[in-house]
Structure formats: C-alpha cells, structure tokens
C-alpha cells in the first residue's frame, strides 16, 4: 500500500473537506523541509510562504533546535508538573517569559495548543470571578473573524461561523462583536479614529445590553491573522481598553501568531495600545519543532486566584504534558536562536519588502480588492471589482484556486476561511529572493484563475 493510499483509508485530518478526502487522498506529502523549502514524497521542493501555519519561525531543519531537543531528550526525556512539581528547562522558560513579556505578568501556565491555553485562560477568568463573589460575571466577547482555536470552549471564542456549525457552538457565555476590517466594516468616508470611536461605542453598548456584571473578558488577537490579516486603526484598542477598564473587564491579548516577533516587535499587544491582563502565546514558542503553548497571568489576576485557592485546595486544571522538559528546552533554544540573530528587528526589515512587493504585484489588478499586512505578514483579497466591490459569489472558491494553483507552481500560500484572501506569513529566516518568487508565483496563479473566473457564465 503506498503512503497517499493508507493517509486516505486511515486519517483523519484537520480542516478538511471529509468526504473529498476519503475519495482522492492528500494534496501532498512532505518528507524533508530546510529554511523555508519543504520537499514531498516526490522530491518536488516548495516555498513555504506561510511557515507551516504561522508558526515554523527560525526555518526547518534548524540544528540547534535538533541537537536542543536531542540533548533533552537524552537527559530527561518527561516528567510532570503536577503537584508542584517542575523540571529545569520549564522554570527557565517560565521566568524568562514573565521578563519579556508585557503588561504585569505573574505566572506563566503550559498547555500544548493555543487552543487549550484560551481555554485555560477563560477557566482561570471564571475563576476569578467567583473568588470576586461576581458569580454572573462570565460572558467572554470575542469577534467576528477572530481565531482562538478550536476546542470546545475556544472554538465558540474563534468567530469564524465554519467553526461552529455542526458542533453546537458557541457555549452560550461567549458572545461575538464587529472586527475592525476596514474593507468591509468601516463607513464610507469615515476616518480611522471615526471607524475605531464606532466600534468601541458598539462595544460599550453591547455591554450594557447584556450587563455589565455579566460580562467577564474580552478576547482579541492585536493582528487578526486566520480572519484575514486584519490590521486594526492605531486608535482601536486604546479604545477598546478604555471600555473593558470602565466596566471592570480583562483584556485577554492572544498572540499566538503575533507573539516572538513576527510584527517587527518581540510582542505587538504594546505596538497596538494593549495592555492584557492574561494572555495566550504558543507558535512562535518554539517555531512549531515541539507542541507548546503558554498562558500568561497578570499579577492582577494572580494575586486573586491564589487567594482563593486556599478556599477550595489544589486547583483543579492541568495537562499531563504541561510544562513538557523536551517542548520547554525547545522553546528555550528557539528564543535564543531568535535573540541572537537578531531576527526579531530583521522582520521589520523583511516585512517591509514583502509588502511592497505585495503591493505592488496586485494592487492595480481587477479582483484585488486590497492588500494589506504589518511585520512579516501580507494579505491579499480578492472581490469582484466590477460590480462596485462586492464579494465572489462563494461557487467560485477564487482565493482557495488562486492557492492551489500557487502550490502546483511550488509556492504553498493559504486561502483564509471568512473570504477570498491568501496570505504570506513566511519563516523568519526567509530571503529577499525567496519572498520575489513567493509573491511573483502567486500572482500568476492568481492571474490564470482570474482569467477562468471571466469565462464563467456569471461572477
């Protein structure tokens, strides 16, 4: 039996379309990867443009990271975290995350997803909450396009409606407002601080109607990546803040995506005026060579937390590969890695030429409707431009062809789930040549299926 045959009778994968899959088999499978070229089965090589999903920052195949990972496994390949437990690499880690990261940080929670650290996170805001004597104090607002992940709890707190149907979610403490997407949420003719005003006026009035001393956290990434790379005004979030602080609500700031320098900044919640009470980082931790995440809690929140826990003993969450020594030692390595090459100001750089080259490869072309992006991540959405802007009509799947395409070219984008958009997130360790051939591939991808769309019968 080949592999392509036994991944079709026998998994189960992720994000995709079941039946389709059960039928024809995987689109590829990769056997080796070095920087940012991956290579299959077939020994064909691709451009990684979007570092696996966000998250490969130093590049594959990076050996230090091996030789980090083998050393650990070599001297203590696991122990647990249970009960106070700890191993060396998980404290460090655990000390070196709370100096670096912003905001008052206190303490610092290892899960194995970004997924179960906003669920982490979610559970230790009930839990304060009930320590406050504030028992209908639970609503979490998130938003529509945002990307939180997909357990029970955070799939309801990602707002992408693929995400919920099927699975009867969201849970009903989770609740959804506006994103700040310019191309489709913004009034004509508004300005930025107008378009920001609004949405946190809309906030605030949301609040209200559900009531204040029902809602307990709003969630947010600073750079909605999944959603589209949605960029948000510099008025927003100082914004937003001044809302969540008048009515006594945490500010979860997840940056799983942005988190180690991927905007140009070692964390984009301070570029973009957040001040999280708790936030979620995993990716990035360790450039994706280990399963890690972290939730970070503010002295704030810890302060509370750890009072009540001498209510109620030993506190009831945890994960048997939390605090991993193999996923911690990883982490320690890929930050050094990242530190010592200077790779975080390198972004700013990098990400600058792959905006301009963005830019300028699709900004005058019909069906772009806009290109946008910060640090070392682009977008690129598409829309029918010649009914007045207005989206594809869904049969088309421009922005999941326009990927495609790009793959049988060599280049390996993603078209984002909430609309006809592909992005480039590339490896930290990407080159300028690299992003030409990225950014040029796509374009002529996107030019032949701009060409297929026009000879179909109707937009």
């Known amino acids: 039996m080949t592999l392509l045959e036994a991944d079709r009778q026998s998994m189960f ?11 024809v088999g995987p689109q590829r499978i990769f056997s080796s990867g070095r920087g940012s070229t991956l290579v299959d ?13 966000w998250c490969v920052n130093v590049g594959y195949g990076n050996e230090q990271m091996a030789d980090a990972i083998s050393a650990q496994v070599k001297k203590l390949s696991f122990y647990h975290s249970f009960a106070g437990m700890a191993v060396e690499p998980s404290v460090e880690l655990a000390q070196r995350l709370v100096q670096m990261a912003p905001g008052n940080m206190s303490k610092v929670f290892f899960g194995n997803s970004g997924s179960d650290s906003n669920d982490t996170l979610v559970k230790i805001v009930w839990y304060y909450n009930n320590a406050l004597d504030r028992p209908l104090k639970k ?91 949605i960029v ?8 937003i803040q001044k809302v969540l602080e008048k009515y006594d609500i945490l500010m979860i700031a997840d940056e799983v995506v942005t988190g180690f320098g991927r905007t140009g900044e070692m964390f984009a919640s301070p570029r973009f005026g957040i001040t999280p009470d708790l ?19 503010s002295e704030k929140v810890w302060n509370v937390i750890s009072a009540e826990s001498e209510k109620h003993g030993v506190f009831g969450h945890g994960y048997t590969y939390s605090a991993h020594p193999v996923a911690t030692a ?20 990098k990400g600058e030429y792959l905006r301009t080259a963005v830019s300028q490869a699709f900004d ?38 326009v990927a495609r395409r790009s793959m049988e070219k060599g280049v390996i984008t993603r078209a984002l789930p909430a609309a006809d958009t592909v992005a480039f997130s590339p490896p930290f360790v990407v080159t300028q040549e690299e992003i030409d051939v990225m950014v040029s591939t796509v374009r002529a991808a996107f030019l032949e299926v701009s060409a297929e769309i026009r000879q179909s019968p109707a937009l």
């Open 330 to 349: 990883a982490a320690l390595m890929n930050l050094d890695i990242i530190q010592e090459q200077d790779l975080v100001r390198g972004n700013k750089n």
């Open 279 to 297: 936030m979620t980082v995993a990716k990035g931790i360790t450039s994706a060579y280990v399963p890690l995440s972290a939730s970070l809690v």
């Open 232 to 239: 948000p005004p510099d008025e927003y979030f100082p914004l």
């Open 139 to 229: 609503k979490i607002i998130s938003r529509w396009r945002g990307y939180h992940g997909v357990t029970v709890l955070s799939g309801g707190l990602t707002g992408l409606t693929n995400l919920h149907t099927g699975f009867d979610l969201p849970l009903e403490q989770i609740k959804h407002v506006r994103p700040p997407h310019r191309l489709w949420e913004k009034e004509e003719g508004a300005t930025d601080r107008e378009f920001a005003q609004t949405l946190a006026q809309e906030l605030e009035d949301f609040i209200i109607a559900e009531g204040p001393d029902t809602v307990a956290a709003f969630i947010a990434e600073p750079i909605q990546a999944a959603g589209g790379v």
């Open 13 to 23: 994968h992720p994000f995709t379309a079941l039946a389709t899959h059960e039928d």
């Open 41 to 53: 089965i077939n020994g064909e090589q691709y451009l990684d443009a979007l570092a696996g999903l």
């Open 364 to 401: 005058d072309l019909p069906f772009v409707a806009q290109t946008r992006g910060y640090g070392l991540l682009a977008a690129v959405e598409f829309a029918d431009t010649d009914s007045g802007l207005q989206p594809f009509n869904p049969s088309h799947k421009f922005g999941v062809r």
